[in-house]
């Protein structure tokens, strides 16, 4: 089953139908609900409108976004890559290998790019890609209920001028995306589960590329412990988890080009550059 923020409010999709998830909102149930009960007292009830993409909202309320780095082995290639001329190479290649994994905050709530918006490029960046990754929806407890996909807006030449500059590489207005919906966890995530990315620049595909969740180095629920270990999320969170599919040195996106990320059992989420 799938959860759909949208104008209306909360909506659970199963076998192809739309349910009301009562009055339920997001903060309620990542802050002490019990999202995999709710949609399935949601399915009890009568199906309504399939909800047009104008609808969709972000999957997020108030809860913090933060993000994983370097979690694949192309990941760390890229920052190596990117990092070459300013000597932070080995810094990267040490994250990688190190017990403890590389957070860092990303976004709140209210900054979060919806499906179908726009998200941006920085004025005072000339290298940017978009980081096509999987997303965990955590409760309060520090439990994985649900998965989602994300863009993570990445300016390379920002922080490969310096790792210290990574806040305004990755942090800012129209720098996050969301969606479609959240996939609710029944049972373990499945690793064999595949990322795709596509960026189409005038209606032709400028780039493809794919992983699957096998690639990724670090355990979901790893990541989630270090994200827990000092600190409080009341209504609940979202986590990146890095990518594993990052355009060549050469490729950087333009004003206009459509992101389409795809993983398996969630959906895709769309967004076009500002």
Do not use: H
């Not at 809860?63 to 370097?70: C, I, L």
């Not at 390379?156 to 500059?165: Q, S, V």
Request: net charge negative; charged share 25%.
């Amino acid at each position: 089953m799938k959860l759909y923020n949208t104008k209306r409010g909360l909506l659970i999709e199963s076998e192809g139908k739309f349910y009301n998830a009562a009055t339920a909102r997001l903060d309620e149930i990542l802050g002490g609900g019990d999202i995999l009960a709710i949609a399935r007292e949601a399915v009890k009830g009568s199906p309504v409108d399939t909800p047009s993409s104008e609808e969709l909202l972000a999957p997020v309320q108030n809860q913090e976004v933060w993000a994983s780095g370097v979690t694949y082995y192309r990941s760390r290639n890229a920052r190596i890559e990117e990092s070459k001329d300013s000597g932070g190479g080995d810094f990267y290649d040490r994250v990688y290998t190190a017990e403890r994994p590389e957070l860092f905050f990303k976004s709140v709530g209210s900054r979060v790019v919806r499906p179908g918006g726009s998200v941006r490029i920085r004025k005072d960046s000339k290298w940017n890609v978009p980081e096509p990754e999987l997303v965990l929806v955590i409760n309060s407890d520090g439990e994985i209920v649900g998965l989602t996909v994300g863009n993570d807006m990445s300016s390379r030449d920002i922080e490969g001028e310096n790792p210290l500059y990574l806040p305004q590489a990755k942090v800012y207005d129209g720098s996050c995306a969301i969606g479609p919906c959240i996939l609710i966890l029944e049972g373990p995530i499945d690793k064999n589960s595949a990322i795709w990315l596509e960026i189409q620049r005038n209606g032709v595909a400028a780039f493809e590329g794919s992983t699957t969740l096998r690639e990724l180095k670090r355990d979901p629920k790893e990541l989630v412990s270090y994200l827990y270990r000092e600190m409080t999320f009341a209504e609940g969170a979202m986590l990146f988890t890095g990518t594993g599919i990052v355009p060549g040195d050469d490729f950087t996106l333009d004003q206009g080009d459509k992101v389409l990320i795809t993983i398996d059992g969630i959906g895709t989420l769309e967004n076009v550059i500002a």
